[in-house]
T-cell receptor, first 113, second 116 residues
Framework: KNQVEQSPQSLIILEGKNCTLQ??????????LRWYKQDTGRGPVSLTI?????NTKSNGRYTATLDADTKQSSLHITASQLSDSASYIC????????????FGDGTTLTVKP | DARVTQTPRHKVTEMGQEVTMRCQPI?????VFWYRQTMMQGLELLAY????????DSGMPKDRFSAEMPDATLATLKIQPSEPRDSAVYFC??????????????FGDGTRLSIL
């Protein structure tokens, strides 16, 4: 069964600190992995998309890594800001038909002043 | 920026009533998705359309849920009759598939549905 597991479930950090969120998956055959940010009361917004051949991708202070051999991804947030407080969702697709995706349960990040 | 628009943003109704949720996808996108999000289940895919044709609705309880795309600018999700267990946030997303570099899905801000 295709699964995506994220850790930690929740995380609290101080403003300005860095943090790393983890995503492990068993989805096969792999097509791409996406990280989304979801603010409270809003829809998810795409941060990064990585295909099999990519092992790192950055979007501002967000850097995602992918190890397709171990089926692990991480999302690193640098110099966190209060606005980074949100849920971060890892999504893995099995083919280019984007509807066939498996969603993780998300990591809830709280950044405190 | 182009956005996916969902209406209504909030809906409270009594069980047994019909509920219709609407979505205007981003112009030019050929794929539309309906998701349901709850605290217990996270995001679940209910159905999706490609070029207005339903491709997969296996995630949807078919006895009470129906999804349609009457035209390229409107997707609807109906629940009839509604039940308290349908209470959730329903998201619509659109995308362009196939597209360059695996384009992301763009989500609306959801319809928060409460069935009493």
């Amino acid at each position: 069964k295709n699964q995506v597991e994220q850790s930690p479930q929740s995380l609290i950090i101080l403003e300005g600190k860095n943090c790393t969120l983890q995503c492990n998956y068993t989805v096969s055959p792999f097509s791409n992995l996406r990280w989304y940010k979801q603010d409270t009361g809003r829809g998810p917004v795409s941060l990064t998309i990585m295909t099999f051949s990519e092992n790192t991708k950055s979007n501002g202070r967000y850097t995602a890594t992918l190890d397709a051999d171990t089926k692990q991804s991480s999302l690193h947030i640098t110099a966190s800001q209060l606005s980074d407080s949100a849920s971060y969702i890892c999504v893995v697709s099995v083919n280019t038909n984007a509807g066939k995706s498996t969603f993780g349960d998300g990591t809830t990040l709280t950044v405190k002043p | 920026d182009a956005r996916v628009t969902q209406t209504p943003r909030h809906k409270v109704t009594e069980m047994g009533q019909e509920v219709t949720m609407r979505c205007q996808p981003i112009l030019g996108h050929n794929t539309v998705f309906w998701y349901r999000q709850t605290m217990m289940q996270g995001l679940e895919l209910l159905a999706y359309f490609r070029n207005r044709a339903p491709l997969d609705d296996s995630g949807m309880p078919k006895d009470r849920f129906s999804a349609e795309m009457p035209d390229a600018t409107l997707a609807t999700l109906k629940i009839q009759p509604s039940e308290p267990r349908d209470s959730a946030v329903y998201f619509c997303a659109s995308g362009l598939v196939p597209g360059p570099s695996n384009q992301p899905q763009h989500f609306g801000d959801g319809t928060r549905l409460s069935i009493l």
